[in-house]
């Protein structure tokens, strides 16, 4: 295992790092501690040979771009305080209503204006049971972003020789809020040499949240038997999109028990002969094909 820690710039005056952990398959994730962002996953293929699968930059600068912020795709951040669309901004608990800040038309996205992927986090490097860790915190003020209590949040990223990057959240809070974390990572197994028509899909799921029209679940599922969106079987995603053109904003639910750490969902691409399995405790989770996401935010090297 080896981690390497260097300056990647400054936000707000604070000093921005970029963290490298890399185990002994050759396997390499860079993470930044502005927004928690993953900015590089570098994994070998099938002949040995190293590349990227994941949507990021290679300077914080390509974060702050005006085509960044105007397309605002969230690559490989950490999202908080609530990953997802809330109808109108607005909330009650406990018979108080709660107006929060809205930045996706009439709705509130992914913890509003100033998310936790805009915020510098503290980070520090530890190695344990012999797996490369990058252990991040957060405080969260009372009233950010118009949000109840006061949050600390701890994040840990952690890689294997297994080759898993396991990402474990954690919050305590002084007040009843809303919370739910994840991180926004964009794959392209095939290492951006081609589209993802031909990554395989499996999502174990027979039923996703019905949206209203801009986006936000209206309380009802809906089942996936005989719609585009049924992946329980494998399924390559070129011949999905002949079925939804617009490609994939679905969130799922899981056949799985609560709280339960299952394989939930699997890409393959054939040709690089890459797999991703996703393994989790909740309950479910958004597959989403990147619909809204602008073709001119590459990296240095042109790839993206």
Not at 262 to 287: C, D, H, N, Q, W
């Amino acid at each position: 295992m080896k981690t390497e820690k260097s300056t990647f710039g400054t936000v707000d005056g604070r000093e921005v790092e970029l963290f490298t952990l890399e185990n002994d398959n050759g396997m390499t994730v860079k993470i930044t501690n502005y927004g928690g962002i993953v900015t590089d996953i570098i994994i070998p293929d099938k002949t040995g040979a190293r590349s990227s699968i994941a949507c990021g930059f290679d300077s914080l600068e390509g974060y702050f771009s005006e085509a960044y912020k105007a397309n605002s795709p969230y690559f490989g951040c950490l999202v908080g305080r609530y990953a997802g669309r809330i109808k109108d901004g607005r909330f009650t608990i406990d018979g108080t209503n709660y107006q929060l800040a809205t930045n996706d038309g009439p709705n509130h996205l992914h913890g509003g204006i100033r998310g936790y992927d805009k915020r510098v986090w503290d980070a520090r490097l530890v190695e344990d049971a012999g797996d490369a860790v990058l252990a991040l915190s957060l405080l969260s003020e009372d009233g950010e972003e118009g949000y109840p209590g006061t949050v600390r949040i701890a994040v840990e990223y952690r890689l294997t020789n297994a080759n898993e990057l396991r990402i474990r959240y954690r919050a305590e809070t002084d007040k009843a809020t809303p919370i739910t974390l994840t991180n926004h990572t964009y794959f392209n197994l095939n290492s951006f040499s081609d589209k993802v028509l031909d990554h395989v899909v499996q999502i174990r799921s027979d039923r996703y949240l019905v949206p209203d029209e801009t986006n936000v679940p209206v309380g009802e599922e809906a089942a996936v038997a005989g719609t585009a969106a049924d992946f329980n079987a494998p399924r390559r995603l070129g011949d999905a999109f002949r079925d939804l053109p617009m490609g994939f904003e679905h969130y799922y639910v899981f056949n799985k028990p609560l709280g339960a750490l299952e394989k939930v969902a699997e890409i393959t691409e054939p040709s690089p002969g890459r797999r991703l399995e996703m393994l989790t405790t909740e309950p479910g989770s958004l597959f989403y094909t990147g619909r809204y996401t602008s073709d001119e935010l590459r990296r240095e090297d042109g790839t993206q």
